[in-house]
């Protein structure tokens, strides 16, 4: 049982050893993202007064 700890430990400890590579690490940009224009928020309203207008013009006339 001494020996199979043993060699359990010795195979954890000889795969670690060797992980990784002399080449220097990959570092990808940051993602950055943007805030929507403000050109978009005047559609919010856009909508309702077109919706104000025709039915202003249907009971007008």
């Not at 049982?1 to 990808?28: D, H, Q, R």
């Amino acid at each position: 049982m001494k020996k199979i700890a043993l060699a359990a430990a010795l195979s954890v400890a000889a795969s670690t050893a060797f992980a990784g590579n002399m080449a220097a690490p990959v570092m990808e940009a940051p993602i950055i993202v943007e805030e929507a224009a403000a050109g978009s928020s005047s559609s919010g309203i856009l909508v309702p007064l077109l919706i104000l207008a025709v039915v202003a013009a249907a009971a007008a006339s």
